[in-house]
């Protein structure tokens, strides 16, 4: 029996989205006792719909983490409130230098630009010269007599 739709399949004889399937995989494997669950009734209407349920020791489902809808970010927030297999500070260290980097390699690479505008205004013979500005798609002429304008 084939699938309905290419977004779904067929799994134990129920019609199941793919990427919910795929979220579901993802936090099994990430651990056994977590399950992903959908809320047919919450207790308040304003409950989320989606449920992370663990299995724990004594028997018990204690929902975990609640959602509004299934995506990566689900994972993502998991992975993060773990506190047992995550170092949530220095996973945040991580993103700073990394963030850090990217600015700094964007810092460098306008200063480049700007070098190489300066070094091809300085040698040029003409008494005024054009660029686009790469940030502002504006055209900026210098003059060799008066300070330079933007169009």
């Not at 936090?27 to 209407?45: A, G």
Request: a negative charge; one cysteine or more; glycine letters at 4%.
């Amino acid at each position: 029996m084939e699938a309905p739709n290419p977004g779904f399949t067929i799994v134990d004889g129920n019609i199941v989205e793919t990427d919910a399937l795929r979220i579901a995989e993802a936090i099994k494997e990430y651990d056994p006792n977590l399950t992903l669950v959908c809320n047919m009734r919450p207790d308040h209407p304003g409950d989320p719909p989606f449920l992370v349920i663990e299995r724990c020791k004594d028997g018990i489902n204690r929902p975990v983490m609640s959602a509004w809808k299934l995506d990566d970010m689900l994972l993502t927030r998991l992975r993060l409130a773990d506190g047992y297999r995550g170092n949530q500070l220095k996973i945040v260290e991580d993103w700073e230098v990394t963030a850090k980097a990217e600015s700094n390699r964007r810092y460098k690479e306008d200063m480049m630009e700007k070098h190489d505008i300066a070094a091809s205004v300085i040698a040029s013979k003409k008494s005024r010269y054009t660029i686009r500005d790469s940030q502002t798609g504006e055209l900026i002429t210098f003059f060799d007599d008066r300070p330079a304008s933007r169009k």
